[in-house]
């Protein structure tokens, strides 16, 4: 019983983040919901009284976002690979302070997820740089 307390006292931080992490996005979700019910209220207004449609809801409104340019894929690809080398050389650095075998290899294995946001930025420049000017 002792086992069982200490070991879920380890783990009451990362529990706690996890529900405070998924409270936040169904909060977002719910308020992104109420939002678009609001505007969709509005236009049906809108639409009864033969009044015109409010100016967001002709095309360009929050559900046609406009597409994005060379330089915001540009920008998107220098953060994620910044964020991935940040976390590459954070676990790299970690790994070379600590002595014990097994929290080593849990900073190497953290700073070898700092590649997935490296490679994703990678992409992103990639195709910024394939991509045609207009």
Same mark, same amino acid.
């Given at each position: 019983?002792?086992?069982?307390?200490?070991?879920?006292?380890?783990?009451? %931080?990362?529990l706690?983040? =996890? +529900?405070? !992490?998924? &409270?936040?996005?169904?909060?977002?979700?719910w /308020?992104?919901?109420?939002s678009r019910?609001?505007?969709?209220? *509005?236009? =049906?207004?809108?639409? *009864?009284?033969?009044? #015109?449609l #409010? %100016? *967001?809801?002709?095309?360009? !409104? #929050?559900?046609h %976002?406009?597409?994005?340019?060379r330089?915001?894929?540009?920008?998107?690809?220098?953060?994620? @690979?910044? +964020? &991935?080398?940040? +976390?590459?050389?954070?676990?790299?650095? /970690?790994?070379?302070?600590?002595? @014990?075998?097994?929290?080593?290899?849990?900073?190497?294995?953290?700073?070898?997820?700092?590649?997935? #946001?490296?490679? =994703? !930025?990678?992409?992103?420049?990639?195709?910024?740089r394939?991509?045609?000017r207009?």
């Open positions: 019983m002792d086992q069982f307390l200490a070991r879920s006292s380890e783990d009451l %931080p990362l706690l983040a =996890l +529900i405070l !992490g998924a &409270g936040f996005v169904i909060f977002w979700q /308020a992104a919901l109420q019910r609001m505007a969709h209220a *509005e236009r =049906l207004a809108a639409l *009864e009284k033969g009044a #015109p #409010p %100016p *967001e809801s002709e095309g360009n !409104g #929050p559900s %976002p406009q597409p994005l340019t330089e915001a894929y540009m920008l998107r690809g220098l953060l994620w @690979s910044a +964020i &991935g080398l940040g +976390i590459l050389a954070t676990g790299g650095v /970690a790994a070379c302070f600590i002595r @014990s075998g097994s929290d080593r290899q849990d900073a190497l294995t953290i700073a070898c997820l700092g590649f997935i #946001p490296f490679a =994703l !930025g990678l992409a992103y420049l990639l195709y910024a394939l991509t045609r207009d």
